[in-house]
């Protein structure tokens, strides 16, 4: 069987000529093609714009055809480019199931799961601990990942399940409500606001904000963003930072606070303090997001997730979102 190009398809329908290319050349091609822009898939991917170029010139010379035509502000796909965007994304696809089961034959099933530390809390830990006396044999894998990171890692296939900022709907997902947390600001212990038990937001302006970073965390920016303009605040951003850990450890240096979800002793940073916010902004919605067809496994770690949320304490309502 023949596409545009030439290419031959295998029976499977993938295209031979992407069999010993890499998997980040083709994912890097697929993001522009969704996004429509180099600037929004650079953004999206956390690369630069001439990085992104880049892999996708490379990608052109190994295929030698122009996947892209370019404009001044937006980029369409040329034939060639059209068959790369369908028959890519059945190859990344497949590269991620087969990874899996390789895996599972040598070592047993794996369950692959993306987390954000600072909103899985303890319910996390008591659901993988439930988990276990369950399936034994199942291996969990968790990466630690921004959110963007996550919904694309599962979309992909990449990922069996994640715990994340609950999204009401979305496309290829399926979303469980776990808990509602509330915000809170996180400081130093040596700082002013350490002994308070709430802080007004109005102060909270003078201080140097540190956030986790836009293109990773899309939700959380216009989130903060539209909690501080309902105050008329415009806030002093000093940082931004990949994860929680570097989140954490910025401020525990000092360098400025933060809006978290509340952590309380789960947090494990005896250099933090974690401080109401007045006003209280909406609570943050936690859930778990699966693919459309979960494996006997993925619907048991969501049953114990589910459960380990409402013995933790954690409500499950519709009362506010990230």
Known sequence: MHTACGWRLDEAGIPATLRGMESKLVRAFIKVAEMGTITAAASKLGLTQPALSRRIRTLEEELGVELLKREAHSVSLTPAGQVLFRDGRKWLAMGAQ?????CEAGHGAILR???SPSLAGPFLGLALERFNQIHPKVRVQ???????????GLIAGRLDLIVTVFEEKEEGL??????????????AM??????????DVAQVAQEGLLMYAREGYPDYWKRV????????????????FDGFSSLAMAVEAGIGVAMVANAGQDANRPGIRF???EPSPSAIRVGVGWGKSPTPACQVLIQELKASARSSGGEATEGGEL
């Not at 087969?98 to 390789?102: E, G, S």
């Not at 700082?191 to 038990?197: D, P, V």
């Open 113 to 115: 799961v993306g987390y």
């Open 190 to 199: 040596r700082h002013r606001f350490a002994e308070a038990s709430a802080v």
């Open 275 to 277: 401080v109401a916010l």
């Open 225 to 240: 963003g539209e909690y501080f303009a309902e105050q008329g605040i415009s806030p002093r951003v000093v940082g931004e």
């Open 142 to 152: 968790l990466s630690d990942l921004s959110t963007a990171e996550m919904k694309d």
């Open 174 to 187: 399926e979303w469980e409500l776990l808990e509602c947390r509330p915000w809170r600001l996180a400081v």
């Open 98 to 102: 087969v990874r899996q089961r390789v």
